[in-house]
């Protein structure tokens, strides 16, 4: 019985991660929203770079995601989805990306991002190593500059509402 609470719990614990790992930073130290975000993005890609080089892998090619002439995407721009897309991809000797597979969504809608970025992951290559890793991962996250209340709305619905660019703002490599 013990054991069987303690695997709930552990994988309650484990499926939290991906729901908390992708919400809005605190921007109240940076003085725009963009400032932020950059970031909060660079800290990521820095953070992911470097375990890659601690296991003696790092890029070759990146390609950035396409989300041009998507139709669904666009519409999902402009409505703001937001959330965050988890993918999992295995990096071969010779440098190429193998068995992709997105891993976690954080939400239904905003799967609707993951096909331009599963295209992009596919072309990234690696500096070939006499090694294969297996089990990689990589995160992009949506999220919209959030609106500035009036005073006028209650602070929960301010909240919620979002304004902004329509262009995502993704994880992405320089």
């Given at each position: 019985m013990v054991k069987r609470v303690l695997i709930a719990a552990s994988m309650l614990f484990a499926?939290?991660?991906?729901?908390?790992?992708?919400?809005?930073p605190d921007c109240s130290a940076y003085e725009s929203f963009s400032e932020c975000r950059n970031a909060e993005k660079n800290a990521y890609r820095q953070s992911k770079?470097?375990?890659?080089?601690?296991?003696?892998?790092?890029?070759?090619?990146y390609e950035r995601p396409d989300f041009s002439e998507n139709d669904a995407v666009e519409k999902a721009l402009e409505d703001k989805v937001e959330?965050?897309?988890?993918?999992?991809?295995d990096v071969e000797k010779n440098g190429s990306v193998s068995g992709l597979?997105?891993?976690?969504?954080?939400?239904?809608?905003?799967?609707?991002?993951?096909?331009?970025?599963?295209?992009a992951i596919k072309n990234?290559?690696?500096v070939p190593a006499e090694t294969s890793w297996k089990g990689l991962e990589w995160r992009y996250q949506f999220y919209?500059?959030?609106?500035?209340?009036?005073?006028?709305?209650?602070?929960?619905?301010?909240?919620?509402?979002?304004?902004?660019?329509?262009e995502a703002n993704t994880e992405s490599e320089s």
């Open positions: 499926s939290q991660a991906f729901s908390l790992d992708w919400q809005r770079q470097q375990e890659f080089r601690e296991k003696g892998l790092s890029f070759w090619y959330g965050a897309l988890f993918f999992s991809f597979t997105l891993k976690h969504k954080t939400s239904e809608e905003v799967a609707v991002y993951a096909a331009p970025l599963l295209a990234w290559q690696f919209f500059e959030p609106k500035a209340c009036d005073g006028e709305e209650p602070a929960a619905a301010c909240e919620n509402k979002v304004e902004g660019n329509t």
